[in-house]
C-alpha cells in the first residue's frame, strides 16, 4: 500500500473514531445536587471568563473564578453567593453600577422570589462568602414562578434594568425598573408586559437596527408557544407604551432553550432553538427589520435524548458553523451532549452526529462554547441535574489534531453573530 493511501486510511479511521468517542469531561464543581445552567462574565477583571450557577435541589447559588490555563482541568475555586430555594436561573449583574460584578437569582417553587446578591467591593474578597450579602427583591416576591432574569438598561436612567419572566398560570414577562438608588430594592418597580407560559429563554438584543435593545424568547407552554421578539418603543416611552410582540417561528411548539448566530453568515441574525422532542429549529432572517423568517427544522439523532439547548460555532476548526446541543431523558445509552456538523448547507435536515458526552449524564443544561485550555479549539461549558455531575466541561480534541497544519484555527474561534448586534451572552453581563 502507498504511503498516502496509508495516510488517507489513518485518517478515515480517526475520522470515525471522533465520531463515537466521549470527550473529556473536566468538573468544574459537583459538591452540591441539581445543578440549573451557567452563565458567564468576566467578574475579577483578569480577562477570563468566570460561571455562575444555580443549584435547585440543593437551594444555594454559586460562583466560580476561571484559574486560567495552568488549573483549568482541575475543579475551580468556588464561593456560594447566597441560599436561594428552588432556584432556576443565576446571571451576572452590577445591579447598582459600582463596578464591581453581583448576582442575580430567580427562583419557583414556593419562593417565588428574585434574589441579588451583593458582591464584596474588593474582588480580592469574591471567595468569602461572607463578604456576600444577599436580599430579595420585594416587587418580585409571589408575582409568578420565576424562570428567567437578564440585565438589561431600558429606560436610558439608573443603570440596568432587570428583565424577568416565569412560568405556571400567573406566568408573566415584565421588567423590573432600576431606581435612582439601586440598592434601595424596595424602590424597584415591577412593569408587565404580557401573559407568558413557560419563559425558557430570554436574551436581550437589538433586532430591528434601530440602536435600542429589544427581548428576544422562547415561550415553552400556553397560547404563546413560539420564539418571539418584543420591540423595544424607546427608553422615553418603554413604561407608557406598549411593546409590540413579533412572532419569529415555532408557534404552537414546545420550545426550549435558544442562541442567536449568523449560521448562513449572510450578514444577518438568525436564531437557533431547541423543540421538544427531537428537533433543533434554525430560524433564518429574510429581513434587517426582524419581521421576515424562514424555518428549517434539523433532526437530532436517534442515540441522543430529548433536546434542550443549543450552542454554535466552529467545533472541528474547517471554517464552517457547527451545531452543539444538549439533552434531557438522556436514559438508556443515550448521549446528552453532542455536535453536528452539515454536509451540503445549513438548510439540510439531517447533520452528520458526533458524540461529546457519552451515556453518562440524564439531564442537561445550556451549553457555552469557549476554549478554556488555550488550544485553539471551543470547549464545551454545560452542567447536570440528575446523575450529580454539577458544573462542568467537556475537552474539544480538534486543537491538537489539527496543530501543525495550515488551518487558521484562530480566525473561527467565537460562534459567528451579525455585526448587527454583539453576542448577547458576553455584553449583556
Known amino acids: 500500500m502507498c504511503f498516502l493511501c496509508i495516510l488517507l486510511s489513518y485518517a478515515l479511521s480517526v475520522h470515525a473514531q471522533s465520531h463515537h468517542k466521549p470527550w473529556n469531561r473536566h468538573t468544574i464543581d459537583d459538591s452540591f445536587e441539581g445543578a440549573d445552567g451557567i452563565k458567564l462574565a468576566d467578574v475579577n477583571g483578569d480577562g477570563r471568563l468566570d460561571i455562575t450557577t444555580g443549584w435547585e435541589e440543593s437551594g444555594v447559588t454559586r460562583l466560580y473564578l476561571n484559574p486560567g490555563l495552568a488549573k483549568v482541568k482541575d475543579k475551580w475555586p468556588a464561593v456560594t453567593v447566597g441560599n436561594t430555594p428552588s432556584v432556576e436561573d443565576a446571571v451576572f449583574a452590577d445591579v447598582d453600577a459600582d463596578g464591581v460584578m453581583d448576582v442575580v437569582s430567580s427562583t419557583e417553587g414556593e419562593s417565588k422570589t428574585i434574589f441579588v446578591h451583593w458582591a464584596p467591593n474588593d474582588k480580592e474578597k469574591y471567595l468569602d462568602s461572607n463578604a456576600w450579602r444577599t436580599e430579595a427583591l420585594?416587587?418580585?416576591k409571589f408575582v409568578t414562578q420565576w424562570m428567567f432574569s437578564i440585565p438589561m438598561e431600558i429606560d436610558g436612567k439608573?443603570?440596568?434594568?432587570?428583565?424577568?419572566?416565569g412560568k405556571g398560570p400567573d406566568a408573566k414577562i415584565g421588567w423590573f425598573e432600576s431606581p435612582a438608588n439601586p440598592r434601595e430594592l424596595s424602590a424597584w418597580a415591577w412593569h408587565p408586559l404580557f401573559k407568558t407560559g413557560w419563559i425558557m429563554s430570554l436574551v436581550s438584543v437589538d433586532m430591528d437596527g434601530d440602536a435600542d435593545r429589544d427581548i428576544l424568547l422562547s415561550d415553552r407552554r400556553g397560547p404563546?408557544?413560539?420564539?418571539y421578539w418584543l420591540e423595544n418603543p424607546g427608553s422615553s416611552v418603554a413604561k407608557s407604551q406598549p411593546w409590540k410582540r413579533h412572532l419569529v417561528g415555532a408557534d404552537g411548539k414546545e420550545v426550549m432553550f435558544l442562541t442567536v448566530a449568523d449560521l448562513d453568515r449572510n450578514g444577518m441574525i438568525d436564531i437557533l432553538v431547541t423543540v421538544k422532542p427531537r428537533d433543533v429549529l434554525y430560524l433564518r432572517r429574510m429581513s434587517r427589520d426582524g419581521k421576515a423568517w424562514e424555518a428549517f427544522p434539523i433532526q437530532l439523532?436517534?442515540?441522543?435524548?430529548?433536546?434542550?439547548?443549543?450552542?454554535?460555532?466552529?467545533?472541528?476548526?474547517?471554517?464552517?458553523?457547527?451545531?452543539?446541543?444538549?439533552?434531557e431523558g438522556a436514559i438508556d445509552g443515550r448521549s446528552g451532549v453532542m455536535w453536528m456538523s452539515y454536509e451540503k448547507a445549513v438548510t439540510d435536515r439531517v447533520w452528520d452526529a458526533h458524540e461529546i458526552s457519552g451515556p453518562k449524564g440524564v439531564k442537561y443544561d445550556l451549553v457555552e462554547l469557549l476554549d478554556l485550555d488555550g488550544d485553539s479549539d471551543l470547549d464545551v461549558i454545560t452542567c447536570e441535574e440528575r446523575e450529580k455531575l454539577g458544573v462542568f466541561w467537556y475537552e474539544n480534541p480538534h486543537g491538537k489534531e489539527v496543530r501543525g497544519q495550515t488551518v487558521g484555527a484562530s480566525r473561527w474561534l467565537a460562534p459567528t453573530v451579525c455585526p448587527l448586534t454583539p453576542h448577547p451572552r458576553r455584553e449583556d453581563v
Open 138 to 140: 420585594p416587587t418580585s
Open 301 to 327: 439523532p436517534e442515540n441522543a435524548g430529548t433536546a434542550k439547548a443549543v450552542g454554535v460555532g466552529d467545533i472541528n476548526l474547517d471554517n464552517r458553523l457547527d451545531i452543539v446541543f444538549s439533552c
Open 158 to 165: 439608573n443603570g440596568i434594568d432587570l428583565v424577568a419572566g
Open 224 to 227: 404563546s408557544q413560539g420564539c
